[in-house]
């Protein structure tokens, strides 16, 4: 662990100077003017998801079966729902955030505190949301790219968005013993089931691209872009949070 703070403490270091560097035409043409910095820290993510993140993956899923993830998945999912909720309200959009709450009371009750995806088997589809994507229906832009040591693309207004979105988790206010336990055990599954998700897909992209830096960039603006005009992009990320 004191290695892996020790990389992240110099990739910053790293960053500080480098926005002191002019950057070149083309990183500026893509508004990404700290990508050799970015790289770096694109590389660091990487070099993390290859050798901790996705190991760790690949035994849970040899370890624990199916079944077991899915309901892991479908808990996760219905207890992140209140964000997403409340971002569905804030970019009035009305449809979603009905099929949004009724996922919640659908699958707390009938689903077994969300273990098991009912609303989704009665045409009740799930889509992500985040106070990025609000901020972006409301015509703010994302900023010069940006990524971050563990957390991957962050461009400043998703980074901003990230933090807000802990006001709308219900979590933030409960009160209770245990209360640091179990949030710890929750974004623990929350990483481990999102490189469960998503690792055979980025494993794919970073087979059979040319630039793995420059087509994460791009796949993940297109995602967000579609997220922003209401579309319901593929749910993956290209690294997920570590």
Request: proline share 7%; hydrophobic share 40%.
């Amino acid at each position: 662990m004191k290695h892996v703070l020790a990389a992240a403490a110099a990739l910053a270091a790293g960053f500080t100077l480098s926005a002191c560097a002019a950057p070149s035409p083309e990183s500026l043409a893509v508004n990404d003017p700290w990508e050799l910095t970015n790289r770096d820290t694109f590389a660091f993510d990487v070099w993390i998801d290859h050798h901790i993140a996705r190991p760790i993956a690949e035994a849970y899923q040899d370890v624990v079966p199916e079944p077991a993830r899915d309901g892991l998945h479908n808990a996760v999912t219905n207890m992140h729902a209140p964000v997403v909720l409340a971002n569905d309200v804030l970019q009035g959009r009305p449809e979603k955030a009905v099929t949004t709450l009724g996922r919640i009371i659908i699958n707390t009750t009938v689903g077994l505190g969300g273990l098991i995806d009912v609303a989704s088997k009665i045409g009740l589809p799930y889509h992500d949301n985040d106070f990025g994507v609000t901020l972006g229906v409301g015509g703010v832009a994302e900023g010069s790219y940006l990524v971050l040591p563990f957390l991957g693309p962050k461009p400043p207004r998703d980074l901003l968005g990230s933090f807000a979105d802990g006001t709308f988790d219900p979590m933030t206010y409960a009160r209770f013993d245990g209360r640091g336990t179990f949030l710890t055990v929750r974004s623990t599954f929350n990483i481990l089931d999102t490189e469960a998700q998503n690792m055979d897909q980025v494993e794919t992209i970073e087979r059979t691209s040319i630039d793995f830096y420059a087509s994460a960039r791009s796949l993940y603006r297109q995602h967000r872009a579609a997220q922003i005009r209401g579309d319901q992009p593929d749910d993956f990320q290209l690294l997920p949070n570590l």
